[in-house]
C-alpha cells in the first residue's frame, strides 16, 4: 500500500509539473499574441494595415471591412469567430493583398485554439502561396514553433534554423535564435 501510494504521489508530481508547463506556455503564447496585435494597432509590422502598404492597387474597402471584422475578433479574444472570419475573406478575396494576413492571423488564431495541425497549414500557406511576403518570416518562425508544440522536434529545430538562415536581421529570425538557444539548453 506505501509503495502504491508512493507511486501515486510521484504521478501527482508529474501531472502537476506537467500542468505549471503548459500553464507557462499558455501565458507565453497570449503574452506573444498580445504583444503583435499591439504591434498592429501602432502600426508596426505589416499586420493589419498593409493594405495601405501596398500602394495603388491596394485592398477594397469591402475586403478591408471583412478583414477588419475578423482582425477585430482575434483583438477581442474570439477566436473561432476570428477563425471563420479569415477562412471566409480567404475564399472570396484569395488574390487581395490583404490575403497573407488573413491566413497568417488564421494560423494564430488555430493555435491559440490549440489546434495545431490547422495552424501549421495556415503557416506553411503563407510561405506557399506567398513566400516574399512581409508576413513569410514570422509565419516560418510560427510553423517551427507549431511543428515543435506537435512533438515535430526534428521538423520545428529544422524550419527554426531555416528562419534564421533565409530571413537573418529581422525579428523573426532573432526570434528563432533565441528559440534554438533554449531548446538546445533542456
Sequence with gaps: L?????DLRGQIDDLQN?????KKKQHDLYADLDKRVGALEHGNSGGGGSASDEGGGGASSTEQSIYGQAFDALKAGNYTVAISGFQDFLNQYPSSPLAPN?????GEAHYVNRDLASAETAFQGVLDKWPS???APDAMLDLGNTQ???GKN?????????VVSRYPGTDAANSAQTRLKQLSAH
Design 2 to 6: 506505501q509503495a502504491e501510494v508512493r
Design 18 to 22: 506537467s500542468n505549471r508547463e503548459l
Design 102 to 106: 488573413a491566413e497568417y492571423w488564421l
Design 133 to 135: 511576403s512581409s508576413k
Design 148 to 150: 515543435l508544440a506537435e
Design 154 to 162: 526534428a521538423k520545428g529545430r529544422a524550419t527554426l534554423h531555416q
